[in-house]
């Protein structure tokens, strides 16, 4: 089973400001990662697949970058709507798995 | 409107059944590979199960295997989770997932929670 590790678990930013998520995993996924947003009592939202590509709908400050074991999301310009939990999800092989999550807190 | 319904979650007792239900409705459910995950309460997300668009493949976590059962009715439009044999560290929120592309999960139910205690 390929392991997801999320860093840092939580990451405190003021509104506005930049945020930087990274993924690692434990063996070469390629590019097929794929992150979703988590709000409180709420589903999982889709944001990127492929590493690097949006979702429908998901704004351009949101982008993925990496391959191979090492990934980062990027959120430009923070807006209140993005304090979320982050998790990061390799699709690469079975039995797919998710890193334990980033919580980006409002500083 | 595309929307994933799940039902069929409650409270049931070590060694218990329960029959997860995923209504989907606003797109071509015939077409789709469709997925359960699960999420312990403040905990993170876990894959536990997928089902082709026929039916005829399906795959399961380790820790489920054998105990649940995936399933799908096309004419109802709908997914199936048969847990069986459940255990308090079943108790989670399972959710269906609509998989877009290769196992990429891009429409979520709102999820249905289960949980084992005496």
């Known amino acids: 089973e390929i392991v997801m590790t999320q860093s840092p678990a939580t990451l405190s930013v003021s509104p506005g400001e930049g945020a930087t998520l990274s993924c690692w995993a434990s063996?070469?996924?390629?590019?097929?990662l794929a992150w979703y947003q988590q709000k409180p009592g709420q589903a999982p939202r889709f944001l990127i697949f492929?590493?690097?590509t949006r979702a429908t709908g998901i704004p351009a400050r949101f982008s993925g970058s990496g391959s191979g074991t090492e990934f980062t999301l990027t959120i430009s310009s923070l807006q209140s709507e993005d304090f979320a939990v982050y998790y990061c999800?390799?699709?690469?092989?079975?039995?797919?798995?998710f890193g334990q999550g980033t919580k980006l807190e409002i500083k | 409107e595309v929307q994933l319904v799940e039902s069929g979650g409650g409270l049931v007792q070590p060694g218990g059944s329960l029959r997860l239900s995923c209504a989907a409705s606003?797109?071509?459910?015939?077409?789709?590979?469709m997925h359960w995950v699960r999420q312990a309460p403040g905990k993170g997300l876990v894959w536990v199960s997928r089902?082709?668009?026929?039916?005829?493949?399906?795959s399961y976590a380790d820790s489920v295997k054998g105990r649940f059962t995936v399933s799908r009715d096309t004419a109802k439009n709908t997914a199936y989770l048969q847990i069986t044999t459940l255990r308090a560290e079943d108790t989670a929120v399972y959710y269906c997932?609509?998989?877009?592309?290769?196992?990429?999960?891009?429409?979520w139910g709102q999820g249905t929670l289960v949980t084992v205690s005496s």
């Open positions: 089902i082709s668009p026929d039916g005829s493949s399906t």
């Open positions: 997932a609509r998989d877009l592309t290769g196992n990429v999960l891009d429409l």
């Open positions: 492929g590493a690097s």
């Open positions: 063996q070469s996924v390629s590019s097929n």
């Open positions: 999800q390799q699709y690469n092989s079975w039995p797919f798995t």
């Open positions: 606003g797109f071509p459910f015939r077409d789709y590979w």
